[in-house]
């Protein structure tokens, strides 16, 4: 696939994230592929495990959840991108009960395309900032 078909590809998987529809992810994503999450999640293997494990508990944690891409680029097999995503905690995220707080989240990502799908992603979400928009701050017991 061209670059521009890359971003394409990236481009339909985001508005399946964006309209919760995870069966259209079977169409973006190899089977077998790989999601390199940010601390306290780890590495998930397969398309299902990312859909039902990380993608469908998120939709629970934050169901207006919404994400924006700010910075775009590809180049051969890589796309990447970084952006921020919305969302009303109105589900147990992480262990931590629902606050109704509105939150803003900024990410990373970086997808490796296999043939016409993504086939490993790295994820990089600023997990702290989001902590302390949910009022917990583990920074906090650490300082003096």
Do not use: C
């Not at 169901?63 to 775009?72: G, L």
């Not at 990447?80 to 931590?96: K, L, P, Q, S, V």
């Amino acid at each position: 696939m061209s670059t521009e078909d890359n971003l394409e590809l990236m481009h339909r998987m985001y508005e399946a994230l964006n309209t919760y529809d995870l069966e259209a992810h079977d169409k973006y994503w190899t089977k077998d592929m790989i999601w390199h999450g940010p601390p306290g999640w780890g590495d998930v293997h397969g398309r299902d495990s990312f859909k039902y494990d990380v993608q469908a508990e998120i939709y629970k944690a934050f169901p207006d959840y919404h994400a924006v891409n700010v910075i775009e680029l590809a180049e051969g097999d890589l796309v990447a991108a970084t952006g921020y995503f919305t969302g009303t905690h109105e589900g147990d995220w992480n262990g931590i009960p629902p606050t109704g707080k509105k939150i803003e989240g900024w990410f990373s990502d970086f997808w490796r395309v296999e043939g016409d799908r993504l086939a490993e992603n790295w994820v990089m979400i600023d997990m702290l900032g989001i902590l302390q928009q949910l009022g917990s701050d583990p920074l906090a017991q650490t300082k003096g």
